[in-house]
C-alpha cells in the first residue's frame, strides 16, 4: 500500500506544481493544496500513517540541508543584525497579541501564553522552497529569514520552556538552556573541524559514492543531535550543510542530495501537510479559525518586517523578509502536541490550530512571490 501511496504522492506533486507554476505561483503551493485532495479530507487516496511521517521528515531535513549548502555566508554575515531583529520582533509581536486574543476568547493566562507562543514560532521550510524557486535564496532577504528562523527556534523553545515550568510541567529551564548552548557551540565546532576530516577520509574509500554517504551520515547526525537536545532537527540539518558548503565538496554533494531529496523525498514533504489535514470537528468554530489565521499572518509577516526595518532594510524587502517568516509549518504543529498533551490546548483549539497553521504555510508562497516581484519591479524601476 506504501508503493502505491508513493507513486500516487509522486505524480500528483509533480503534476500540481507544474500546474502551480504556470498559474504564476511556486510550485509548492501545488503541492501543498494536492495533499489535501489525497488526503482523508477529500479523496482518502493517501493515509497518514506513521512511515509516511518518517519519509515526510527526511524530506524536510534534506531541504534545509540544501538550503545550508547553498546559503552565501558573505550575505548571511552581513544579515546578522537583521536575522536578530527579525527573529526577535517576529516572536514579540505575535506572542503579546496572541495573547491577548487567548484572552478575549476566555483562555486562562497561561493558556493565552502558550497561544502566543504558538503562533510566534517559523518554520522556513516552505519559504526556503519559494525563495529557491524565484532565486533569491541567496540574496540579503533570503539570508536575513533563514538566520532570523534560527533565532526564533531558541528564543521561542527556551520560552516555552519556561512556561512549562511555571505552570508544573516538569521541565527544568536551566537544563534546557545549557542543552541549546551546548548544541551550537559543538554543531558549530564539528562544522568547522570535523566536517572536512570526515570528508576527506571517505572521499577515498573503494565503494560507490563514498562522498554522498559521507555527507548524509553528517545531515543526518546533526539534525539528531539538534532533536536530542530541543532544537529543530531543520537547524542541525542546515547547519550540516553550511558547514560542507566551505570544503571542495560542495556542489558534489549539492547536485546529488538535490536530486535525491527532489525525487522522492521532499515532494512527499510538501504533499504530506495537506495530507495531515483534518478539517472535521472544525465548521462549528469557523470565525475563530478565520480570526485567527488572519492573526497569525498578520503578526508574523508586521512584526518581522519592523524588525527588518529596523535593521536598515527598504520597506519592500522588509515585507519581503515579513512574509518569508509566515509560515509555521511542523515547529507549530510540534508545539500545538505538546499544548494538547499538557492540557494547555483542549482538543477543539488543538484542532483549530493545526488548520490555522496549514492556513499560514498554504498562504506564504504566494505572499512571497508577490511582494519578491513587487520589489524586484520597484528595484528595475529606480
Known sequence: MLILQLAAILFASKLAGDISVRLGQPSVLGKLLIGIVLGPTVLGVVDNTEILKEISQIGVILLMFIAGLETDMDQFKKTGKASTFVGV?????????????????????AQAVFLGLLLSATSVSISVQALKEMGQLKSKEGSAILGAAVIDDILVIIALAFLMSMTGGDVNLGAVIIKKVIFFVIAILLAWKAIPIVLRLFAPLRVTETVISAALIICFAFAYFAEATGVAAIIGAYIAGLGISFTSFKHEVFEKVETIGYSIFVPVFFTSIGVAVEFSGVGQHLWLMISLSILAILTKLIGAALGAKLAGFAWRSSLAVGAGMVSRGEVALIIAGIG?????????????????????????PPLMKAIFKENATAQQAA
Do not use: N
Request: glycine residues 8%; negative net charge; proline residues 2%.
Open 89 to 109: 520582533l517576529g516572536i514579540v509581536v505575535p506572542l503579546s497579541l496572541g495573547y491577548i486574543a487567548g484572552l478575549v476568547i476566555g483562555l486562562s493566562t
Open 340 to 364: 494538547l498533551e499538557t492540557k494547555l490546548l483542549t482538543a477543539d483549539l488543538f484542532a483549530i490550530l493545526v488548520v490555522v497553521v496549514l492556513v499560514t504555510t498554504i498562504v506564504t
